[in-house]
């Protein structure tokens, strides 16, 4: 079972490699960079890679393979005591949590974050990661719009001065909850 900031399964945020490896099994185990929204990545480890029991897990920099920062549970097999699992819709995560699923910034992989706060009791440190359906277009090639070859222009002729270049536009802002974009991933913070 899942009890956010406290533990998933039998890892909590004190669990060591040995620790894990004993639990799960050194094959079962392996390094991993993990993306982070930021555009880094920090080291951690996959735990069931590939299953529906995966967990990916960050180390915490200062103690790396000692303490763990997050869990992201992946795998659909996990399950948190209110029903909120991998693989929920936005509505269905709407109706177990009772207030409206509010993106509130990218994530750096999929979709974008929405912080469940304090909707559920005791699960102040889960965060939801929806990623949108595709688009029908997008998921059947048949369906896309032909587009017409464009002629080429020629090359622009060079000015004397160049002109200052433009600050670089600012992030994109985070896609709407839609209400049929699923679940892709559940976040648990050990502070």
């Known amino acids: 079972s899942v009890v956010p900031g406290k533990r998933v399964g039998a890892i909590t945020g004190h669990s060591s490699l040995a620790v894990l490896e004993s639990l799960y099994g050194k094959a079962n185990i392996a390094p991993k960079m993990h993306p982070l929204p930021s555009g880094d990545t920090q080291a951690g480890v996959r735990v069931f890679g590939g299953t529906d029991h995966q967990l990916d897990l960050l180390w915490d920099e200062g103690a790396r393979g000692k303490r763990i920062t997050e869990v992201r ?11 909120l699992k991998t693989g929920l819709t936005v509505a269905e995560v709407e109706t177990l949590i009772g207030k ?18 304090s909707t559920v009791p005791g699960a102040e440190f889960g965060v939801v990661v929806v990623t949108p359906p595709p688009t029908p277009a997008a998921a059947d090639p048949s369906k896309r719009t032909p587009t017409k070859a464009k002629k080429a222009k020629p090359a622009p002729k060079p000015k004397a001065a160049p002109k200052p270049k433009a600050a670089p536009p600012p992030p994109p802002e985070p896609p709407s909850a839609n209400p049929n ?7 648990i913070w050990f502070r």
């Open 73 to 83: 549970i992946v795998g659909s097999a996990w399950t948190l005591d209110n029903g």
């Open 100 to 117: 409206p699923v509010k993106p509130t910034a990218p994530d750096g992989e999929k979709g974008s974050i929405a912080i469940i706060d």
């Open 181 to 187: 974009a699923k679940v892709a991933k559940i976040v």
